[in-house]
T-cell receptor, first 114, second 115 residues
Framework: QKEVEQNSGPLSVPEGAIASLNCTYS??????FFWYRQYSGKSPELIMS????GDKEDGRFTAQLNKASQYVSLLIRDSQPSDSATYLCAVNRPISGGYNKLIFGAGTRLAVHP | GAVVSQHPSRVICKSGTSVKIECRSL??????MFWYRQFPKKSLMLMAT?????????EQGVEKDKFLINHASLTLSTLTVTSAHPEDSSFYICSASSGSSSPLHFGNGTRLTVT
């Protein structure tokens, strides 16, 4: 079982629709969860971070976390063609020195068509 | 603006040569930085954790003698790909965090092509 699992997609949604991206993780000690967006040939950029159960909203983005189910999701409302990218789910794993290293899922490719 | 700077953004080198990639944290001190590698259409794979003033911690399967990491200051980590081979061609990305619970910020990445 992979530590962080995502459906590779592509997930195709029409412009203006809600895109729903899902992620499951295996390590119950993880406490921090992140969604990154990566355009082709570019490095990832942080979209959302979530640390506690429930929903967290930021503009058109909503992250949802359910630690009991080891599940984290990202909703994108009013999807735009510019949202077309690969979305990476990342989960922390504590390491020595009080720091964490991030374990990434394989990413879900989102395609928003006009 | 960018909080992590990576240089160079693109490099082409001949097989057998070495290439050094620099990663700098611009607005904060980073005692720990991370080096990732990404092959086309694949996920980010953590290569090593760079620790300021001490040896790097390498992930399983990553050759420490081939991928030399130096973290000599709180704002600079370097990755040197030694005796590069065509199969080392990849996208290398560094990242750093300003705190243990803070998210990682990524550099712009280095596209390495070994001919």
């Amino acid at each position: 079982q992979k530590e962080v699992e995502q459906n590779s997609g592509p997930l195709s949604v029409p412009e203006g629709a809600i895109a729903s991206l899902n992620c499951t993780y295996s390590d119950r000690v993880s406490q921090s969860f992140f969604w990154y967006r990566q355009y082709s040939g570019k490095s990832p950029e942080l979209i959302m971070s979530i640390y506690s159960n429930g929903d967290k909203e930021d503009g058109r983005f909503t992250a949802q976390l359910n630690k009991a189910s080891q599940y984290v999701s990202l909703l994108i409302r009013d999807s735009q063609p510019s949202d077309s990218a690969t979305y990476l789910c990342a989960v922390n794993r504590p390491i020595s020195g009080g720091y964490n290293k991030l374990i990434f899922g394989a990413g879900t490719r989102l395609a928003v068509h006009p | 603006g960018a909080v992590v700077s990576q240089h160079p953004s693109r490099v082409i080198c001949k097989s057998g040569t070495s290439v050094k990639i620099e990663c700098r944290s611009l607005d904060f001190q980073a005692t720990t930085m991370f080096w990732y590698r990404q092959f086309p259409k694949k996920s980010l794979m953590l290569m090593a954790t760079s620790n300021e003033g001490s040896k790097a911690t390498y992930e399983q399967g990553v050759e420490k003698d081939k991928f030399l990491i130096n973290h000599a200051s709180l704002t600079l980590s370097t990755l040197t790909v030694t005796s590069a081979h065509p199969e080392d061609s990849s996208f290398y990305i560094c990242s750093a965090s300003s705190g243990s619970s803070s998210p990682l910020h990524f550099g712009n990445g280095t596209r390495l092509t070994v001919t």
